[in-house]
Every structure is written in structure tokens, then in C-alpha cells.
């Protein structure tokens, strides 16, 4: 007996033609499910993108109202004295004195002897602080200096003089049409 080597010819074809390939339906049928499932993945793909987005801005709006909050109760705090809201009346503007930081010679140095009176309250070491929304923009202007933009977005801005001496104010966002508000109560060192 001979030893052959390799498959005979006949016996090769006949293995090819008992393994069956896809036909030209079954290709289009895959290829057309396979386009379905990446056209919903990349329409929650995108649908997630825009999501994430919005949730930044909006997550930016309520910080620099946090930052435009906190700056204001600082002042605040420290205000000699606030001309605008009055007792008992809600007003969309912010108005008070404090000590200005940036002018020289407040405490007199050296200190003379004997001490004289000095008063911190007195005008010329004043600034004139006031807070104030135009649009949808929240501004702080000091004196006679440039307007300062400090929070973006606001739907609403009011301050209320209660009577036990704190002052509250209020930011509000408009959030997809639900207005937030952001309320702060500050007591003031010098009432």
C-alpha cells in the first residue's frame, strides 16, 4: 500500500461545498442590525454629551453665585453701614459703607502721645460698596472704580434690612425653568 500524500482533488471539493457560507440576505440582514445598534449608541452617546454639558454650565452658574454670596456676606460683615436696603424693605440693589483697604495713613504711624481719638468711621477712610444685577449679570462697584462681573445667570437679586439687624439676601437661578433661590442671612459686627 501506498502512502498518498495530501487530499485528493474530489475529496476536497466535496469537503467545500458541505461547508456552507452566508448568503447575500443573511449578510445585508447583519450588516443593517449591526448599523441600527451603532446608530443607538451613538445617538446616547451624543445625548449624553449634550447632558454632561448643560450640567457644567449650570454647575458654573451656582458656583459663582456661592462665590458672589460669600464675597457679599464678607463685606457685609464688616460694613459701617448700609444705605440701601432700609428696614423692613426688600430692594434688588445693595448698597453700605466700609473701611477702604487701600487707602494709607488710617492708623496714624507712629502713634501720637498722647493718643488722640481716631475714628475708622470717618469719611475720608469710607468706600461706598454696591451690588446690583443688570440683565442676568451681578456687578460690585466700589467708589467710583470699574464695575466688577461676579456671578453670570441670575434670575433674581433682593435684599431685606430685618429688624434684628442682619441683613438677608437672596440669588436665585433659573434652572430649566425652576427658579432656585440662594439665601443668606449676615449678621453685621456693628449694628
Sequence with gaps: MTRRSGFPLAVL???LSTKRGLSLVEMLTTLFVASLIMGVIGT???QMSRVEHSSRGKDKVLEGMRFALDRIRTEVSSST???SPSSGTAVPTLQ???IDPTVPG???SPL???PTLWDPRDPSYLVSVQYFVQDTTLYRQAGSGPQETLAEGVA???CALNGDGTLQVTLSVDNVGVV???TSRIWRWNQ
Design 13 to 15: 471539493g466535496r469537503r
Design 44 to 46: 446616547l452617546l451624543t
Design 81 to 83: 453701614s448700609i444705605s
Design 96 to 98: 453700605f459703607s466700609r
Design 106 to 108: 488710617r492708623i496714624p
Design 112 to 114: 501720637p502721645t498722647p
Design 156 to 158: 433674581g437679586f433682593s
Design 180 to 182: 432656585q433661590p440662594l
